[in-house]
C-alpha cells in the first residue's frame, strides 16, 4: 500500500515502503519504478511537485541510504540523487518533509529519541538544479516548517505539547536560514514536524488557531485577522489553505469552510458540511495529509467521516464527495496534480476529476 502520493497533471508517484511507481491518469504503469521507499504515513509529506520534477525522499534499497532525488515527471528519468544521511551521523534524524521554492528544494524534520522538550528541528537547503546542498540549520524553533512556491521566506512554527502558546518565526534562505521576525501563537500545535500548519498566499504568511492572523512575510506586519465574535468563544480555526494563484485562501471553522480574500480578509463564501460532521483540517491533521488542496477552480477536503469533498472554489458549492466503505481504519491517503485528486485506498489506486 503506497505510503505516500505525489502527482503532476498527467501522472502520479506511489511511494511504497520499498519502492516508487508511476501510474497515468488512466490507471496504466508508465516509467521504470525507482528503488526508493519510505515507511513514512500521514503525517510526513516527503514528497514535492514542481514546473515537471518530482522530488522524492526515501531510503534506497542498496545499503538503506536515505536519499533525496529530482525526476522528471515526463520521463521518470533522474535528474539528480543526493544522500540526506546526517552529516554528524545522528541516527536520531527523522526527516518529515519536502518543500520547494525559490530556487531550492528542502529536506527538514527533527531529530527524536529524546524527550520532546529536547526536540530538535533541522532544515537543509539543496540547489534544484544539481541538487548540491547549500546551507543548514537546527534548533527548537523550527519544528513545523512551511515552504511557499513562490515568495523569499520560509516560515517555521515551534511549540511544545504542555504550553498553551506556540510561535511562528521567519526564516531567510537568502542569509542561509537566518531567523527574522517572530510571534506568538496561543493554542496552535507547531511542535510537530511534517505537514506545515500555516499558509502563504498574496505574499502574506497566514496562521492561527484561537484566531488567524495575515501577516506581511517580510516585516511580520499584521494586515488582517480572522477572529470568532463575541458569542462564539470556543471557535477554533484549522488550517488555512491557499488557492493556486494565492489570491484567496481557505479556513476551515468547525463544520463550515470559509473562503477569504486573501489580501484583505474579506468572506466569498462559506461552505458547510452536515451536522455533527467537521473537516480535518480544523483539527491541523487530515487523512494522508493536510486535510485540504486545491487545484485551479476546486477546494478539495476530508471531513471527519473519511469522506472527501470537491467543492467549488467560485461558489463553495459541493460537485461531489467520495466515500470508500474498504478502506483502512486510518483512512486513504491522496494528492492534487491538475484538475484531478488521486486516491490510494488498501491497494487501489483512483483518479477523480475536479468535476467528476
Not at 463553495?316 to 488521486?342: E, I, L, M, S
Request: one cysteine or more; proline letters at 5%; hydrophobic letters at 40%.
Amino acid at each position: 500500500m503506497p505510503t505516500a502520493l505525489v502527482a503532476s497533471d498527467k501522472v502520479v508517484a506511489l511511494v511504497t515502503e520499498q519502492s516508487t511507481s508511476f501510474l497515468d491518469s488512466a490507471g496504466k504503469p508508465v516509467f521504470t519504478p525507482l528503488k526508493v521507499g519510505n515507511m513514512s504515513l500521514g503525517f510526513r509529506s516527503l514528497t514535492a511537485f514542481a514546473d515537471g520534477v518530482f522530488y522524492i525522499s526515501g531510503l534506497t534499497q542498496k545499503g538503506s541510504v536515505r536519499s533525496l532525488g529530482a525526476v522528471d515527471a515526463a520521463t521518470g528519468k533522474a535528474k539528480w540523487v543526493v544522500s540526506v544521511e546526517d552529516s554528524e551521523g545522528d541516527i536520531r534524524n527523522v526527516p518529515a518533509y519536502v518543500g520547494v521554492g525559490g530556487g531550492n528544494v528542502y529536506v527538514g524534520g527533527s531529530y527524536t529519541g529524546s524527550l520532546e522538550s529536547d526536540m530538535i528541528g533541522y532544515i537543509r537547503a539543496f540547489d534544484i538544479a544539481t541538487g548540491k546542498e547549500q546551507w543548514q540549520t537546527k534548533g527548537s524553533d523550527i519544528n513545523n516548517v512551511l515552504v511557499p512556491p513562490s515568495g523569499r521566506y520560509l516560515l517555521a512554527g515551534s511549540g511544545k505539547a504542555q504550553e498553551k502558546t506556540s510561535q511562528v518565526l521567519m526564516i531567510d534562505p537568502a542569509g542561509k536560514g537566518t531567523r527574522g521576525w517572530k510571534k506568538p501563537v496561543p493554542l496552535a500545535r507547531y511542535g510537530q514536524a511534517g505537514w506545515p500548519l500555516t499558509s502563504y498566499a498574496d505574499g502574506l504568511f497566514i496562521f492561527g488557531r484561537e484566531k488567524i492572523l495575515a501577516v506581511d512575510q517580510a516585516t511580520g506586519e499584521e494586515k488582517w485577522r480572522l477572529a470568532a465574535g463575541p458569542d462564539q468563544p470556543d471557535v477554533r480555526f484549522g488550517t488555512p489553505i491557499p488557492s493556486t494563484d494565492g489570491k484567496t485562501v481557505y479556513i476551515p471553522v468547525g463544520q463550515d469552510l470559509v473562503a477569504l480574500n486573501a489580501a484583505d480578509g474579506s468572506v466569498k463564501w462559506m461552505a458547510v458540511l452536515p451536522e455533527h460532521v467537521v473537516f480535518t483540517a480544523s483539527s491541523g491533521l487530515g487523512l494522508g495529509g493536510p486535510g485540504a488542496w486545491c487545484s485551479a477552480d476546486t477546494v478539495f477536503a476530508t471531513d471527519s467521516t473519511k469522506t472527501l469533498w470537491a467543492i467549488d472554489a467560485a461558489t463553495g458549492k459541493a460537485r461531489w464527495k467520495y466515500t470508500d466503505p474498504g478502506q483502512p481504519d486510518t483512512g486513504f491517503t491522496w494528492t492534487v496534480g491538475g484538475d484531478r485528486v488521486w486516491i490510494s485506498s488498501n491497494l487501489t489506486v483512483t483518479a477523480i476529476s475536479a468535476h467528476g
